[in-house]
């Protein structure tokens, strides 16, 4: 599989992206999707730290917040990866 990044612009109000999408295959086949983000702007890790990880939050040292799609292929895990960044910005306005 080939390393590659796509970068989406998040379009929920109170959420915004501090990572690329990283998508990664599990072992069982399955994909997993995941992006970081801060919460009303705020973040966990330090822009050192989001360095030191390469902005991966599959790395081990990443702390922050992130979502989590999965999916039978890398479209399916990025589609419930937008639904899951959506859900968490929708519950900060219920």
Not at 40 to 67: I, K, L, V, W
């Amino acid at each position: 599989m080939i390393e590659e990044t796509v970068i989406y612009q998040c379009s929920n109000i109170g959420i915004s992206g501090t990572t690329p999408v990283h998508v990664k295959q599990l072992d069982d086949g399955v994909f997993e999707a995941r992006c970081g983000f801060a919460l009303m702007g705020e973040t966990n890790m330090s822009e050192e730290e989001f360095a030191a990880c390469d902005y991966n939050p599959f790395h081990e040292n990443f702390r922050d917040n992130y979502s989590v799609g999965i999916g039978e292929d890398e479209e399916k895990a990025i589609a419930k990866l937008k639904a899951c960044m959506k859900a968490t910005a929708d519950s900060l306005w219920v």
